[in-house]
């Protein structure tokens, strides 16, 4: 699949207020297709010089864009991850065995809401990577186009450029997905019978259709776009490797969508 057509999908499959915070991809490709039409321009020429700023200038409107957006829903994500730490804790000093008013159906109601909530919010934040994956790949792919087709050079320093800017820089919300898993994992164990594993996935699966289709779409097109194909270079991302958690596991297993 063209990257231009994947992109489309991935916007329609993503998050509604999430829809215009993705890269400008065909204005872009229109611009370089412009600027490549036109009589040839000697590198170094004023219209060249003017012709290539226009397109530095749209790019860092773009790189702007993505960062104030990615800081914007990582600063959400702490605090929602500290919130479900809270819940949790108050669930089981309330309700737990061992707690001030001890109740095994008002622990299981309530743990089955936090549940939910914890799938939810694994699921976006799945989905905030695979933003900085696809805007990253789309800003190659464009610089690419640019220099091919206009015999400029952009694209080496601009990818040092973006591989600095805070959109790019994923530990953060990576770790915030690892220690989610964990709380899943020690929250809510999968008990060692089988048919209980098996309940549990269907639980996951159930609870978090709110963003599970969209966050199945962003694990398919990680991997899609970081599967170190024939057309990996220098500035392609690394290789996915999914996390072997049991989380990921219902995601990829389960999928209500074909997977391409």
Not at 94 to 115: C, H, L, Q, V
Not at 141 to 167: M, N, S
């Amino acid at each position: 699949m063209k990257f231009g057509k994947r992109l489309n999908q991935q916007v329609q499959e993503t998050l509604p207020g999430w829809r215009d915070k993705f890269l400008s991809y065909k204005d872009l490709k229109k611009l370089v297709k412009l600027i490549s039409s036109t009589p040839p321009l000697l590198n170094g020429s004023l219209e060249y010089v003017k012709a290539e700023a226009e397109f530095v200038y749209l790019l860092n409107n773009e790189i702007d864009k993505f960062n104030a957006f990615f800081m914007e829903q990582e600063e959400d994500f702490v605090i929602k991850h500290k919130e479900l730490q809270q819940r949790i804790q108050r669930v089981i000093a309330m309700w737990g065995s061992n707690g001030s008013k001890p109740s095994a159906t008002e622990y299981k109601d309530e743990m089955a809401k936090i549940r939910k909530d914890i799938v939810d919010f694994h699921g976006e934040m799945v989905l905030l990577v695979n933003y900085s994956n696809i805007n990253y790949t789309g800003l190659a792919k464009i610089l690419k186009k640019y220099d091919k087709r206009t015999g400029g050079l952009l694209r080496l320093p601009f990818i040092q450029k973006v591989l600095k800017q805070p959109f790019f820089t994923t530990e953060l919300v990576s770790k915030l997905i690892k220690e989610c898993e964990n709380t899943i994992d020690s929250v809510f164990p999968v008990e060692e019978i089988g048919e209980g594993k098996k309940e549990r996935r269907e639980a996951i699966t159930v609870t978090g259709e709110g963003v599970f289709r969209n966050t199945v779409a962003a694990l398919m097109t990680m991997q899609e776009i970081r599967s170190g194909s024939s057309t990996y270079g220098q500035f392609s991302l690394p290789p996915l490797n999914l996390p072997d958690s049991e989380i990921v596991q219902s995601v990829q297993l389960n999928s209500p969508i074909p997977i391409v």
